[in-house]
């Protein structure tokens, strides 16, 4: 199966350079799916350059903006990614290996266009301590206005025509970077498309 292209979405501002560059790494442990790694720099005090490792330099588009925000760093970032799906993360985020391929599979076998796992929470040294999932599909806006749609927003995969017809995300409720999905700036684009297109979960739960 061909798989489309994914545009992984990361903004950052003076992130620690270890963190980042992980998040970096396993955005592209993909075997099947087209990776692009669009990295926002939202002004920080020193360039990219200085804390990306030399593979990530070279393999990561880097977008300087003046130091906005993250909802302003995303925006720029959605208007010059070019995949198919679009999935966002945060610095301090990991992806498990294969885990986009694995959604963007589900897209293709359910037919609904957004698709989601669990998130797993762990602490710095990356010890468990959580989880967050959820069992829900199909039409969830409503279920998402009541706060019963726990999920972050790196476990989502959403196509870019969907992210093009609701928008990016509304900057007037700009935020610094929060916990996904425990903020407007987060919540608010999950219900917009929810609101336009059914989802899906994917069946071994973890992305």
Known sequence: MTLPAVSIVLPVWNPQPEWVNAAI???FHES???IEVELVDDGS???????LSEQNARRTRIIATPHRGVVYARNAA?????????????GDDLILPESTSALAVAASETGFPVTYGSTVLADSELRKSGMLCSRLRGWIHLQTALGL??????ALLIP????????????RAQQQP???????????PHQRHQARSPFAQRRDGVA
């Open 178 to 188: 929060a916990p996904p999905d425990r903020n407007g700036a987060e919540r608010e």
């Open 45 to 51: 005090d020193h360039p990219p350059e200085s804390w």
């Open 78 to 90: 959605l208007r010059q990614c070019s995949g198919d799906f679009i999935r966002f993360l945060d």
């Open 160 to 171: 870019r025509r969907i992210v093009d017809r609701v928008g990016g995300f509304d900057e």
């Open 25 to 27: 790494d396993s955005a």
């Open 32 to 34: 099947r799916s087209r």
């Open 149 to 154: 749609f726990d999920c972050t927003l790196p």
